[in-house]
């Protein structure tokens, strides 16, 4: 849906924001490579420490692409149960559901930036529970919006050490054409997305209401007036999976090609939703993960290059 200027750039500008915090997180979470030698077999192994808090680091023996399955696996279950919550009405436990995963990502992200304080992991999760509770129960424009820009990178840092380049490049055209399915054929993610805003009253995703120019115009002249005028409000969004996947891939590139080549690919992945929020039209819902990824794919051929 085409929004106006001032409303795209905004929307634009988070999600650079994000890619940047989130990259910033990554590398917090680079992981310290050490050699142990297995005191039975006398053989020496490489172990990989991502200092992950409340346990969250990956199991040693599990491969990128068993860790791909594994998540496409969770995809499918998440998406099938958010669908049924939503006709069973359990707006309530999907509040709690929204409640946890908000508060282990902000505390995620939080802790990265603390890392080295004393008892970083627990500072970082007394602030993300209040930030948490505001952002599910009180419904703030502000808080909402940012504590996303930390929700999505503390995410993130979960799946980056299982998966390798190739692995997210195949993980990306996957969602790419479920999204394609989901909002030009099925049509079920605008529904997710009204149900989430209208009843659980949490949206995982960048949102900005803004008010046309017909109705800017009413408003003025109600104010003017001094009479009750009914004006609509609009909202511009993007869902949360269009800024934790391209966070995903500039995380594993940091780590596997290093970080110029990570900023690449958050410049590549900004430049391709600016170009979506251009050529989109108005009154049309549109998936942005196929524009991202090809503008990801792109950015990852360029920091191959270099």
Same mark, same amino acid.
């Given at each position: 849906?085409?929004?106006?200027? =001032?409303?795209?750039?905004? +929307?634009?500008?988070?999600?650079?924001?994000?890619?940047?915090?989130?990259?910033?997180?990554?590398?917090?979470?680079?992981?310290?490579?050490? !050699?142990?030698?297995?005191?039975? !077999?006398?053989?020496? @192994?490489?172990?990989?420490?991502?200092?992950?808090?409340?346990?969250?680091?990956?199991?040693?023996?599990?491969?990128?692409?068993?860790?791909? !399955?594994?998540?496409?696996?969770?995809?499918?279950?998440?998406?099938?149960?958010?669908?049924?919550?939503?006709? *069973? =009405?359990?707006?309530?436990?999907?509040?709690?559901?929204?409640?946890?995963?908000?508060?282990?990502?902000?505390?995620?992200?939080?802790?990265?930036?603390?890392?080295?304080?004393?008892?970083?992991?627990?500072?970082?999760?007394?602030?993300?529970?209040? +930030?948490?509770?505001?952002?599910?129960?009180?419904?703030?424009?502000?808080?909402?919006?940012?504590? @996303? +820009?930390?929700?999505?990178?503390?995410? $993130?840092?979960?799946?980056?050490?299982?998966?390798?380049?190739?692995?997210?490049?195949? *993980?990306?055209?996957?969602?790419?054409?479920?999204?394609?399915?989901?909002?030009?054929?099925?049509?079920?993610?605008? /529904?997710?997305?009204?149900?989430?805003?209208?009843?659980?009253?949490?949206?995982?995703?960048?949102?900005?209401?803004?008010?046309? /120019?017909?109705?800017?115009?009413?408003?003025?002249?109600?104010?003017?007036? /001094?009479?009750?005028?009914?004006?609509?409000?609009?909202? $511009?969004?993007?869902?949360?999976?269009?800024?934790?996947?391209?966070?995903?891939? $500039?995380?594993?590139?940091?780590?596997? *090609?290093? +970080?110029?080549?990570?900023?690449?690919? $958050?410049?590549?992945? !900004?430049?391709?939703?600016?170009?979506?929020?251009?050529?989109? @039209?108005?009154? /049309?819902?549109?998936?942005?993960?196929?524009?991202?990824?090809?503008?990801?794919?792109?950015?990852?051929?360029?920091?191959?290059?270099?």
């Amino acid at each position: 849906m085409k929004h106006t200027k =001032k409303v795209t750039l905004i +929307l634009i500008g988070m999600f650079f924001i994000a890619q940047l915090i989130g990259i910033f997180v990554a590398s917090a979470y680079l992981p310290q490579v050490s !050699t142990v030698t297995n005191q039975t !077999t006398g053989e020496s @192994e490489i172990v990989k420490d991502y200092n992950l808090p409340y346990g969250f680091n990956p199991p040693q023996e599990i491969s990128p692409v068993s860790a791909t !399955t594994s998540i496409i696996i969770a995809l499918i279950i998440a998406v099938s149960l958010m669908l049924l919550l939503m006709k *069973l =009405k359990a707006e309530v436990f999907l509040r709690l559901w929204f409640f946890v995963v908000i508060t282990i990502g902000i505390a995620l992200a939080l802790n990265a930036f603390i890392i080295k304080i004393p008892y970083a992991a627990i500072i970082s999760l007394i602030i993300a529970l209040p +930030l948490a509770i505001l952002k599910v129960f009180k419904r703030n424009i502000i808080v909402h919006n940012l504590t @996303e +820009l930390f929700i999505y990178p503390g995410i $993130a840092t979960v799946f980056i050490p299982l998966l390798s380049v190739w692995t997210i490049v195949l *993980l990306l055209i996957i969602i790419s054409l479920y999204d394609m399915y989901a909002v030009w054929h099925a049509g079920f993610m605008q /529904k997710m997305a009204k149900y989430q805003m209208e009843q659980v009253k949490v949206f995982p995703g960048f949102f900005v209401p803004y008010i046309g /120019k017909k109705d800017r115009v009413l408003l003025k002249e109600a104010k003017k007036s /001094k009479k009750e005028s009914k004006v609509r409000v609009s909202v $511009a969004i993007l869902g949360g999976g269009d800024v934790v996947f391209p966070i995903i891939l $500039a995380g594993v590139v940091l780590n596997y *090609l290093g +970080l110029i080549q990570a900023l690449i690919i $958050a410049i590549g992945g !900004t430049i391709a939703l600016g170009f979506l929020f251009y050529k989109s @039209e108005k009154g /049309k819902f549109y998936p942005a993960m196929p524009f991202i990824t090809a503008g990801l794919l792109i950015a990852l051929g360029i920091a191959y290059l270099i």
